[in-house]
């Protein structure tokens, strides 16, 4: 008898994953002297935040979950870069007082998978695909993820059957990969709903593989795998293990859990209200840089592998290198494919396609125009899933082929340029789409300012937004919400303006207040306290209390010329030097500028490694002349790698 060996899909690897569920000691908890409960939840909330801010390594992320039913009470989740790094948490946790009231009830050891059953992704396992393309960089995501802002959590192992009718690792490879694509189709109808993560586990643990799913409303997971029971890769082929479903909290809210009380969301601000809840993310690249999901369940995510790596998910832009702390901030491509050329008239270009202003887009939006000699038909059915799929971002204005004049155009627009370099990567791996034209069409929108420290509503400021925009710079509008700061300079000692601080933030306590902070300038003997405020109204009344502070010599925007402050610049601990060496460098450039006056770097007296830069010049225009610098450009894209937060811009005068 002749034995035939399978050939098994190549596999890539990431990171090392954790899945930790515990159980807690009720009566040991109610027994315990109230000394030792509050020794417990402090260190155990020094524990989960250090985590969970990935603070002991480079590269990772963690979440805690809150278990529903009796198969746990906690779930503590960890992705990290070595099984060393997995080792030491667990080491830690198990040091801490509060795992002395616990008892491991399950783990799950695994490492984050994707493998080769297309000819793409054998592609990228091989490296022969291009690094820039939206396929690599969305494998790259599977491989890095991070954990999306969605409230529910379900966690399974399952294994591929080998029975004797239905052994998985008998059929031959073109079979699997058929099955594999199939079940693909199912969870693309999920996407923006359900985020999926699939780890691999043979060799590690019990089962082969992990399932980890997140969504806002339960029933959407629900819906998913009772629709994949019918598919012949579950049915047939698929064994399941016990299901753990939980809800995500805010490490701080340790005391809660323990107390039997509401829990917040880590994202959940101060009146409960969700920032990211059921909101697909503002742009491609948003989704994977953590501003909601970083990924859609778009293949079978009931099955092992994970192994559908289709081309329509512009979920960012990942580098070749581990993003960083809490799953990282992956930078954008640096520059745009030669082969798609900035035009002026892009409007006249997607008149020609048969797309006017006015009929099939309003307002302004920067667009893509791709010529092609494929069959107009044909190449509509590959784009519509795709489009689908872009319609989850709220920056998306209309991706469409259009059959004009004996030609076919594929056109995309977008309502930021980043936007649309992300989604370039996308469309230019579809067969046919290798070279176009783009630019900006049509006419803003008419953008008003906002408010206190925000531009003033002219047609000149809302083109200051959009040259920012378009370096990945909020002017004004972080997050779609206005930002309003004020600002005022003190030449109190440090000791008199925190204690008047304190005494701010207590009065302030709102739902609309976002910090006041004190910024130290250590080359000047004139310090800034400086008050963000959601609210335009609340913001302006505030503004009387702020003023009060001892020593204020000037409120920022008083005097001639015009001022911005660089806002958060949240650096990352290892990088603080190195950033403020570049701002040295870049200061004494600046010095060199015509209309430039002053430029200073102040740093928060609470976090040293978050800090604003102050900048006066002669006019808007000076300011504007470095904004459109290549080495403003080329510092906005270095920062992008060593700052934890979105660079942001604030205009004062």
Same mark, same amino acid.
């Given at each position: @008898?002749?034995?035939?060996?399978?050939?098994?899909?190549?596999?890539?690897?990431?990171?090392?994953?954790?899945?930790?569920?515990?159980?807690?000691?009720?009566?040991?908890?109610?027994?315990? %002297?109230?000394?030792?409960?509050?020794?417990?939840?402090?260190?155990?909330?020094?524990?989960?935040?250090?985590?969970?801010?990935?603070?002991?390594?480079? %590269?990772?992320?963690? !979440?805690?979950?809150? !278990?529903?039913?009796?198969?746990? *009470?906690?779930?503590?989740?960890? @992705? $990290?870069?070595?099984?060393?790094?997995?080792?030491?948490?667990?080491?830690?946790?198990?040091?801490?007082?509060?795992?002395?009231?616990?008892?491991?009830?399950?783990?799950?050891?695994?490492?984050?998978?994707?493998?080769?059953?297309?000819?793409?992704?054998?592609?990228?396992?091989?490296?022969? &695909?291009? *690094?820039?393309?939206?396929?690599?960089?969305?494998?790259?995501?599977?491989?890095?993820?991070?954990?999306?802002?969605?409230?529910?959590?379900?966690?399974?192992?399952?294994?591929?059957?080998?029975?004797?009718?239905?052994?998985?690792?008998?059929?031959?490879?073109?079979? $699997?990969?058929?099955?594999?694509?199939?079940?693909?189709?199912?969870?693309?109808?999920?996407?923006?709903?359900?985020?999926?993560?699939?780890?691999?586990?043979?060799? !590690?643990?019990?089962?082969?593989?992990?399932?980890?799913?997140?969504?806002?409303?339960?029933?959407?997971?629900?819906?998913?795998?009772?629709?994949?029971?019918?598919?012949?890769?579950?049915?047939?082929?698929?064994?399941?293990?016990?299901?753990?479903?939980?809800?995500?909290?805010?490490?701080?809210?340790?005391?809660?859990?323990?107390?039997?009380?509401?829990?917040?969301?880590?994202?959940?601000?101060?009146?409960?209200?969700?920032?990211?809840?059921?909101?697909?993310?503002?742009?491609?690249?948003?989704?994977?840089?953590?501003?909601?999901?970083?990924?859609?369940?778009?293949?079978?995510?009931?099955?092992?592998?994970?192994?559908?790596?289709?081309?329509?998910?512009?979920?960012?832009?990942?580098?070749?290198?581990?993003?960083?702390?809490?799953?990282?901030?992956?930078?954008?491509?640096? #520059?745009?494919?030669?082969?798609?050329?900035?035009?002026?008239?892009?409007?006249?270009?997607?008149?020609?396609?048969?797309?006017?202003?006015?009929? *099939?887009?309003?307002?302004?939006? +920067?667009?893509?125009?791709?010529?092609?000699?494929?069959?107009?038909?044909?190449?509509?059915?590959?784009?519509?899933?795709?489009?689908?799929?872009?319609?989850?971002?709220?920056?998306?204005?209309?991706?469409?082929?259009?059959?004009?004049?004996?030609?076919? +155009?594929?056109?995309? =627009?977008?309502?930021?340029?980043?936007?649309?370099?992300?989604?370039?990567?996308? =469309?230019?791996?579809? /067969?046919?789409?290798?070279?176009?034209?783009?630019?900006?069409?049509?006419?803003?929108?008419?953008?008003?300012?906002?408010?206190?420290?925000?531009?003033?509503?002219?047609?000149?400021?809302?083109?200051?937004?959009?040259?920012?925009?378009?370096?990945?710079?909020?002017?004004?509008?972080?997050?779609?919400?206005?930002?309003?700061? &004020?600002?005022?300079? #003190?030449?109190?000692?440090?000791?008199?303006?925190?204690?008047?601080?304190?005494?701010? $933030?207590?009065?302030?306590?709102?739902?609309?207040?976002?910090?006041?902070?004190?910024?130290?300038?250590?080359?000047?003997?004139?310090?800034?306290?400086?008050? &963000?405020?959601?609210?335009?109204?609340?913001?302006?009344?505030?503004?009387? /209390?702020?003023?009060?502070?001892?020593?204020?010599?000037?409120?920022?925007?008083?005097?001639?010329?015009?001022?911005?402050?660089? !806002?958060?610049?949240?650096?990352?601990?290892?990088?603080?030097?190195?950033?403020?060496?570049?701002?040295?460098?870049?200061?004494?450039?600046?010095?060199?500028?015509?209309?430039? $006056?002053?430029?200073?770097?102040?740093?928060?007296?609470?976090?040293?490694? *978050?800090?604003?830069?102050? #900048?006066?010049?002669?006019?808007?225009?000076?300011?504007?002349?470095?904004?459109?610098? /290549?080495?403003?450009?080329?510092?906005?894209?270095?920062?992008?790698?060593? =700052?934890?937060?979105?660079?942001?811009?604030?205009?004062?005068?």
């Amino acid at each position: @008898m002749t034995t035939e060996r399978r050939d098994a899909p190549p596999t890539a690897e990431g990171w090392y994953v954790l899945h930790d569920v515990r159980t807690i000691d009720w009566a040991g908890w109610a027994e315990a %002297a109230q000394r030792t409960r509050d020794r417990a939840i402090e260190e155990g909330i020094e524990f989960l935040q250090s985590v969970t801010a990935v603070e002991d390594a480079d %590269a990772g992320d963690s !979440m805690v979950v809150s !278990m529903l039913g009796h198969k746990g *009470d906690l779930m503590i989740v960890h @992705m $990290r870069p070595t099984l060393a790094d997995i080792d030491e948490l667990e080491r830690r946790f198990e040091r801490t007082p509060l795992a002395s009231f616990t008892e491991r009830d399950r783990s799950f050891v695994s490492v984050t998978e994707a493998s080769g059953y297309s000819e793409r992704g054998r592609e990228f396992i091989e490296g022969d &695909l291009d *690094d820039d393309s939206g396929l690599a960089r969305y494998m790259r995501s599977r491989l890095y993820p991070e954990i999306p802002e969605k409230e529910h959590v379900c966690f399974y192992p399952m294994d591929k059957r080998r029975d004797p009718e239905y052994n998985w690792y008998d059929l031959p490879f073109e079979e $699997r990969a058929e099955h594999m694509d199939a079940h693909g189709d199912i969870g693309r109808e999920y996407a923006g709903r359900v985020t999926q993560m699939i780890t691999g586990a043979i060799g !590690m643990d019990d089962w082969e593989w992990g399932v980890t799913l997140y969504a806002d409303d339960m029933t959407d997971v629900k819906d998913l795998l009772y629709e994949m029971r019918f598919d012949p890769s579950s049915s047939k082929f698929a064994e399941f293990g016990p299901f753990w479903i939980g809800r995500r909290f805010d490490p701080a809210d340790l005391d809660a859990l323990l107390a039997g009380e509401l829990l917040s969301t880590p994202w959940e601000d101060a009146a409960g209200d969700h920032s990211g809840h059921g909101r697909p993310p503002a742009t491609p690249e948003d989704a994977a840089e953590g501003h909601g999901e970083n990924g859609h369940p778009h293949e079978d995510s009931e099955h092992s592998h994970g192994d559908d790596e289709s081309d329509d998910h512009p979920d960012g832009d990942e580098t070749d290198e581990h993003p960083s702390t809490g799953g990282g901030r992956p930078a954008t491509t640096d #520059s745009w494919s030669e082969a798609i050329a900035e035009i002026d008239d892009v409007t006249a270009r997607l008149a020609t396609a048969g797309l006017h202003e006015g009929e *099939d887009y309003t307002g302004e939006a +920067y667009a893509l125009v791709f010529e092609t000699d494929r069959d107009a038909a044909d190449l509509a059915d590959e784009v519509e899933g795709l489009a689908s799929n872009f319609d989850h971002y709220d920056t998306h204005v209309t991706t469409a082929v259009r059959a004009s004049g004996g030609h076919t +155009y594929l056109v995309s =627009l977008w309502a930021t340029e980043d936007a649309a370099q992300t989604a370039s990567g996308f =469309l230019t791996d579809l /067969d046919g789409i290798d070279t176009g034209a783009r630019g900006w069409a049509g006419e803003p929108r008419g953008e008003t300012g906002d408010g206190a420290s925000g531009p003033a509503g002219t047609d000149e400021d809302t083109d200051i937004r959009s040259q920012l925009a378009n370096q990945g710079i909020y002017a004004g509008q972080p997050h779609g919400e206005d930002v309003y700061a &004020l600002v005022v300079y #003190s030449e109190a000692d440090l000791d008199r303006l925190r204690s008047a601080v304190e005494d701010l $933030r207590a009065s302030f306590d709102g739902d609309d207040h976002v910090k006041t902070a004190v910024y130290d300038d250590p080359d000047d003997e004139v310090a800034a306290v400086v008050s &963000l405020w959601a609210d335009e109204a609340a913001a302006q009344h505030a503004s009387g /209390d702020l003023e009060s502070v001892p020593g204020v010599v000037r409120k920022a925007g008083e005097g001639e010329g015009f001022g911005t402050m660089g !806002m958060f610049y949240t650096v990352k601990p290892d990088y603080r030097e190195a950033f403020v060496e570049t701002f040295g460098t870049v200061g004494e450039q600046l010095a060199t500028m015509d209309g430039h $006056r002053e430029t200073a770097l102040l740093v928060n007296d609470d976090d040293e490694n *978050d800090m604003f830069i102050a #900048s006066r010049w002669d006019d808007r225009e000076d300011a504007m002349a470095f904004f459109r610098s /290549d080495d403003f450009r080329e510092t906005v894209q270095w920062g992008r790698e060593i =700052l934890a937060d979105t660079p942001r811009h604030v205009f004062l005068a």
